[in-house]
């Protein structure tokens, strides 16, 4: 009985360890992804916001693609999905560490 038990502890040790590491992959790829679209709309935020103040210089630099109306327009509608990217990547880490704690508490009540 004992020995069963102890195999039976192992196995879930072996599967935790493998959800750990796909867990692991995927808030990786995650984390990379949000950090790199923040900083995308980052830049375009600012470029549109250039855009606005100095109209004559983004005006020549992107060919008369990027014109003041546009900037403005652009910049308007960009504010809401900025400030979700930056709340996210903020608010990664604390949610972050409930969801750890969560999962960690639920094991726990499912080992005794």
């Given at each position: ?5 102890y195999?039976?502890?192992?196995s ?16 990786s ?6 950090d ?33 109306n546009?900037?403005l ?15 996210l990547?903020v ?22």
């Amino acid at each position: 009985m004992r020995f069963r038990a102890y195999l039976l502890s192992c196995s879930t040790v072996l599967v935790l360890d493998e959800v750990k590491k796909g867990y692991r992959m995927i808030r990786s790829l995650f984390k990379k992804g949000l950090d790199w679209a923040l900083f995308g709309m980052t830049l375009i935020y600012l470029l549109t916001g250039l855009g606005i103040t100095q109209f004559q210089i983004i005006e020549d630099l992107t060919f008369g693609l990027l014109n003041k109306n546009l900037s403005l327009r652009l910049h308007e509608d960009l504010l809401v999905p900025f400030l979700i990217l930056l709340s996210l990547h903020v608010f990664y880490r604390p949610i972050r560490w409930v969801y750890l704690k969560t999962v960690e508490n639920l094991v726990m009540r499912v080992r005794s």
